[in-house]
């Protein structure tokens, strides 16, 4: 549990921190350190620099921009949990925010880290994925914005290159007359990471779903978009048959179901359609 040696660099502005990793693309970002310590402390990580960017302000603020709502990467889980403009405008994420670890983890883990893990067990994927939530990074190539739903690629992987740094996270305003959304979790009971979870946004209009976002955490080697069960309500009247057939659709657009000690494949696929059902139910209600 101790990890090898590295240098440790702490930037005083955003600038320096880019200008930083963009010189040595080997360099790891700290931000919360709940997942890079505790990684590098069982030598799955060897980073020889760490740049730690946890106190920077630049990077600390959630801000209602007009048309979206804009979370630097530094907003730990706990302060999206409980801000206005978020819980106000965007629920989807405060609801999924306090379901995330415990307080101590709230309070020092942050959207940015979450989101560069990638862990396919984490909250923010999938919740950003069915938000329709914009990632823009900095760095190596310059300013790039990256759709939710393109950003997690793999296991642990994502489309951020060596030598960049997510800076803000992008969640358009939805229309909050029509807004119906949920996050369902079922959690491994120690870490409060997913086994399986959902992320439910849409409208109801008319009594119709439209514009319906699904995406699930835990289940697949990462975080997907499920347009299979999208499609099976697009359109429809919200009826439990309608509900149960969409949710029945819950692992089609996964790339695998995994398979450890907590839950097996099986095991997962029935948790995908019970999260799913319920998110569907919960938005719905
Ligand atoms: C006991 C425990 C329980 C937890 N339970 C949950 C849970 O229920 N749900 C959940 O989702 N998570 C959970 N987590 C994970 C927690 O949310 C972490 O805080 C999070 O995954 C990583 O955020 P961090 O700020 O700590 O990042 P760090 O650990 O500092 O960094 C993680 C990775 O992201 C990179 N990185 C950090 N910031 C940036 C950036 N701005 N741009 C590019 N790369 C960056 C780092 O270089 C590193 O590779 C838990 C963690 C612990 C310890």
Not at 114 to 143: K, Q, R, Y
Request: hydrophobic content about 45%; charged content about 20%; glycine content about 8%.
């Amino acid at each position: 549990m101790i990890p090898s040696t590295f240098d440790y660099k702490r930037p005083g502005t955003l600038a320096e921190a880019i200008q930083l990793i963009k010189d040595d693309p080997g360099a790891k970002l700290l931000a919360g350190g709940h997942s890079l310590i505790p990684a590098m402390k069982l030598r799955l990580n060897a980073s020889p620099t760490l740049v730690d960017i946890s106190r920077l302000s630049e990077l600390n603020f959630i801000r209602d921009k007009g048309k979206f709502i804009g979370i630097g990467a530094g907003a730990t889980h706990g302060a999206i949990a409980t801000h206005k403009t978020i819980t106000s405008k965007v629920p989807l994420l405060a609801h999924a925010a306090e379901l995330i670890g415990d307080v101590q983890v709230r309070n020092v883990g942050t959207i940015g880290g979450s989101i560069a893990h990638a862990d396919p067990a984490a909250d923010w994927p999938a919740v950003l994925i069915a938000a329709d939530a914009t990632v823009e990074v900095n760095g190596a190539f310059g300013e790039r914005n990256i759709p939710a739903t393109d950003f997690f690629k793999g296991f642990f992987y994502t489309a951020l290159g060596e030598g960049e740094i997510i800076t803000e996270v992008k969640v358009p305003e939805p229309d909050a007359a029509t807004l119906r959304c949920a996050y369902e979790k079922f959690a491994q009971p120690a870490s409060r990471f997913a086994l399986a979870a959902c992320a439910v946004q849409m409208s109801l209009v008319d009594g119709k779903c439209t514009n319906v976002r699904v995406a699930f955490n835990g289940i697949g080697s990462f975080s997907y978009r499920a347009t299979a069960v999208e499609a099976a309500l697009e359109g429809q009247a919200p009826s439990e048959d309608a509900i149960n057939l969409a949710a029945s659709r819950a692992c089609d657009n996964a790339d695998m179901v995994l398979s450890d000690n907590f839950a097996s494949e099986d095991y997962r696929r029935h948790l995908a359609s019970v999260v799913c059902r319920r998110a569907l139910n919960k938005a719905l209600a």
